[in-house]
Each structure stands twice: as structure tokens, then as C-alpha cells.
């Protein structure tokens, strides 16, 4: 097989390097190493959403128990919905089916996402700082003056990304019109009835503000707290931070929401009780367009490339809650286009098929992402509850929830694939095989 023993360097460790790793060695890619630029593997942020598309993958990876011990556990409902001010119930979307969402704090899904991947393999402290090709490989410096080789380069280095400017690509991210306020409260910090509320994912409807909360983790590994991240549109010329993530004092946050129901004020209490210094994460939202240019392949030599996953290349705002869970999917399919490709030594076939599955896609989940914010903060102050209607939204994500991606994979991949043993049994998919 052609790529079988690439030597493949992963640069990023957020979320997407290591679905991507995680995807790598399921598929039985083993050359292979991360480079993270920070010291330590670390997630900051109010917990994430792992929706059922990307559940069934890490499910495939044998992630099933380790995610359910630290994440919600078939919460009641997908998403509840609240009138800002009154607090009055909105509807509801229902989950979508087996495998349920799971809310979970970030660091303890990048620690489930680690569990696997053997310690060699992950090296910090490395910020990619130039990367060249020499004739014969590529050559990766980091910031320490320490230099790594590999054939293949994976950018996972997120919306930021420095692999993407090798590949050309000289856009700038464009400002959202909104901020995110993240923190956690403790659901002891709360009256049993506001508790109640936040046991769901929740959204607060506001005029050109929302704010959501997840029910993440569970009282059974003592994991269980709110995720809170508030939606706020706010001018760009108001941020002071020269980077897009910064923190503020909870006031900021409070102004916003002054007049909004009592919920809302007793979890800004509880966002106080949670942070001493009075002081929550700030973020300012950028979006890309989706771009054309996924991969690059060196003309002396086809087998040697670099290629994007995540947000490197396909970043969304957050409002479906799909960008880890697209890494998550194209982690699994550009690792297995380069485990069983048989079509030949070129990588131009390979990673243009990885882009002809992915692309269209995570476009849409772009563009729906920015349409479903439009319809989460809704954009009349008042008297906008009437044209509201939760089952349409249910109805709007239902693509996204039932693809079943690993199938679209083992269908598309087939002609160009080295048969596996178990491809003439119609029963085993790639589900349950370890590709
Ligand atoms: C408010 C908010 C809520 C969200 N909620 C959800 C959700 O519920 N569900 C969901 O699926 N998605 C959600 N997302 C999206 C999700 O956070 C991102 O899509 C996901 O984290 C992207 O992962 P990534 O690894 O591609 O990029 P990143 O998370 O940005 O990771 C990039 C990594 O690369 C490293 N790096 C960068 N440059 C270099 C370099 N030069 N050298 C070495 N390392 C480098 C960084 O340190 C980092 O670790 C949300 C996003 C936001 C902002």
C-alpha cells in the first residue's frame, strides 16, 4: 500500500491533531508524530458538544467508556429553548438517535482523546516555526532550533494555522460581530430550580445575543457542571486584547444581561462563586471561508505532501456545534484514504479524494452554522418568539447528525481501496473493522 509507511508528521494537539492521531493508529498508520506548540496538552473553553455523527467514530475507536465516564449520559432532550427575559419555555429539539450527544469539559476530552496514543509519539514544547522541503523530505523547525522530517505533514494547527500559508493561502479571518463569554458554576451553587433547568443543554434567546449552557460531565465520576458560553454581539473596535482570546471581568457579561430572567442572574452568581478573581474566558469569534486549496504535493516527488484537517481548513462558528466533530470526521477519512489507498503512489489522488468527501460537507456545516447563530440570537427585541420553531431545527440538522460517515467512506473509498479481508462479508463495515 502505497502511503502505508509514510513517515507523517502531526503539527497541532488540540482536539483535531489528536482525532487525527487517534483516527492514524486505528487504521494502523504508525509512523507518526505530534508536535504541539505549548508546553503541556491543555483546553481551555466551557466544555464541547460531541454530537452523534462524530460519537459513532470515536465509538469505532473504542472511546465509548472512556467518554461516557467523564460526559453527560443521555440527557433529555438535544436542546431546550428560553425567551431571554421571561425565561418562558421555547421548545425543544429531541436528540437525534444512538449514539446521544455528550457534553463534556474540554481538557477531559483531549485526555480520552491522549488515552491511546503512545507517549513517544507526542512531543510539546514544538511551535512550528518554518517548514521547507528539501528534495528528498520535508523539514520541520520548531522554535527551540530543534528540526523533524517527514514525508507527509498534517496541519492541524487550527484557524490560525501556519501549515495553510505552504499551501498558499493568504486570507485573513474575518470578525464574527460577536464575543464569547465561557466559565463553569457548580450546579450546588444554584437553587434546585435553576439547577433543573441547566440538567439540559440550554439556549436563552436574547436580541442579538444567547447564551448557552451544557450540562457537561456526570455525578458519577463528580465530573457534573454547567458550561456557559455567552454569545454577545459586541463592536470589534471594544476589544483590547492583540489576541482573539483573552479574559474579562463577569461584569461585562452582567451588563449584557441585566433584564434577563432569573436563571440567567443565578448563574452569572454561580459563575462568580466558581471564579474568585471575578474574571471569565473571553473570546472573539472569526470565521473563514471555506477555501478551495486542501493539500499541496511536491512536483519532484507525488508520494510527499502536506495536507489540512480541523479548522486549519474548515473552521466554523460554533452555533451547530460541529468543529471538533468535523475534525473528528476528516481525521478518520484522510487516515484512511492513506492506510488502504491501492490507486497508485500519487498524493494528489488521495488527498483530492479527502477533499471531495470533506469539502462539501464542511461547507455546509459553515454556512448552516452561520445561519443557525442568525436564528439563535434573534435579531427583533421583541415579539420574535412567534416565528420560532424548534422542530425546524431539528429538521435543518437532521443531515448532519444521521450521516454515517464511516459508511459514505467504506462506499466512496471502495474502488480505490485495498481490499481488507472482511470486504466480501456485505455485515462488517468499517465500524466494526480496524480498516
Ligand atoms: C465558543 C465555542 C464553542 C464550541 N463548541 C463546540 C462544540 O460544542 N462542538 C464541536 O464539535 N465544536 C465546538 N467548537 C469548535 C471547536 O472548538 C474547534 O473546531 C476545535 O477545537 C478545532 O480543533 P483543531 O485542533 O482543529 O484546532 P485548535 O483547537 O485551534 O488546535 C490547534 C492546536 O495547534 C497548536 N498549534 C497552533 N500553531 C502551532 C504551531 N505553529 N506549532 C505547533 N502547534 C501549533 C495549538 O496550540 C493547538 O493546540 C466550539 C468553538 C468555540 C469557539
Redesign the pocket.
Known amino acids: 500500500m502505497a502511503f502505508d509507511n509514510a513517515r507523517i508528521a502531526i503539527?497541532?494537539?488540540?482536539?483535531?491533531?489528536m482525532a487525527f492521531a487517534n483516527a492514524a493508529l486505528h487504521v494502523g498508520l504508525t509512523n507518526i508524530d505530534l508536535?504541539?506548540?505549548?508546553a503541556q496538552f491543555t483546553e481551555v473553553?466551557a466544555g464541547?458538544?460531541?454530537s452523534r455523527n462524530?460519537n459513532r467514530i470515536l465509538d469505532a475507536f473504542g472511546l465509548k467508556d472512556s467518554m461516557l465516564w467523564k460526559s453527560s449520559r443521555n440527557p433529555p432532550c438535544y436542546m431546550e429553548y428560553r425567551q431571554y427575559k421571561t425565561g418562558e419555555y421555547l421548545g425543544q429539539i429531541d436528540e437525534f438517535g444512538q449514539p446521544a450527544s455528550r457534553q463534556i469539559h474540554r481538557a477531559h476530552l483531549l485526555d480520552v482523546l491522549k488515552e491511546r496514543i503512545p507517549e513517544p509519539i507526542l512531543h510539546t514544547g514544538?511551535?512550528?516555526?518554518s517548514l521547507e522541503y528539501t528534495g528528498s523530505e520535508y523539514q520541520l523547525t520548531f522554535d527551540d532550533n530543534s528540526v523533524a522530517t517527514a514525508t507527509i505533514v498534517i496541519g492541524?494547527?487550527?484557524?490560525?494555522?501556519?501549515v495553510r500559508r505552504h499551501l498558499g493561502i493568504t486570507d485573513s479571518p474575518i470578525y464574527s460581530g460577536q464575543v464569547?463569554y465561557?466559565g463553569y458554576v457548580q450546579y450546588g451553587d444554584l437553587s434546585p430550580e435553576a439547577a433543573e433547568i441547566f440538567r439540559k443543554t440550554v439556549v436563552y434567546r436574547g436580541h442579538r445575543k444567547h447564551i448557552l449552557t451544557l450540562p457537561i460531565g456526570n455525578d458519577e465520576s463528580k465530573t457534573a457542571q454547567i458550561g456557559v458560553?455567552g454569545f454577545m454581539s459586541e463592536p470589534i473596535s471594544d476589544w483590547k486584547s492583540e489576541s482573539w482570546m483573552a479574559t474579562a471581568p463577569i461584569d461585562e457579561l452582567q451588563e449584557h444581561c441585566s433584564d434577563w430572567a432569573g436563571p440567567i442572574q443565578e448563574l452569572i452568581q454561580g459563575l462568580r462563586k466558581s471564579a474568585p478573581d471575578g474574571r471569565m474566558l473571553k473570546?472573539a469569534?472569526y470565521v473563514r471561508a471555506p477555501v478551495d486549496t486542501w493539500f499541496h504535493v511536491e512536483e519532484s516527488n507525488h508520494s510527499h505532501g502536506i495536507v489540512l484537517?480541523?479548522?486549519?481548513v474548515h473552521?466554523?462558528l460554533?452555533h451547530q456545534?460541529?468543529?471538533?466533530?468535523?475534525?473528528i470526521e476528516s481525521g478518520i477519512t484522510l487516515a484512511t484514504i492513506l492506510k488502504r489507498w491501492r490507486a497508485g503512489d500519487d498524493l494528489n489522488a488521495a488527498f483530492q479524494l479527502y477533499q471531495d468527501i470533506r469539502k462539501p460537507r464542511t461547507d455546509k456545516v459553515t454556512q448552516t452554522s452561520y445561519e443557525a447563530g442568525l436564528l439563535a440570537s434573534a435579531d427583533l427585541p421583541e415579539g420574535f418568539t412567534e416565528n420560532f420553531k424548534p422542530e425546524l431545527l431539528k429538521e435543518r440538522m437532521k443531515w448532519i447528525m444521521e450521516a454515517d460517515i464511516l459508511e459514505e467512506l467504506y462506499q466512496r473509498g471502495a474502488p480505490y481501496f485495498e481490499p481488507k479481508s472482511s470486504d466480501s462479508d456485505a455485515s462488517s463495515g468499517p465500524v466494526q473493522a480496524n480498516l
Open positions: 503539527v497541532g494537539g488540540g482536539l483535531g491533531g508536535y504541539e506548540q505549548a473553553g464541547v458538544n460531541i462524530a514544538k511551535k512550528l516555526v492541524c494547527d487550527g484557524i490560525k494555522s501556519v464569547v465561557r458560553i473570546q469569534l484537517v480541523g479548522d486549519s473552521s466554523t460554533p456545534g460541529q468543529g471538533t466533530c468535523m475534525a
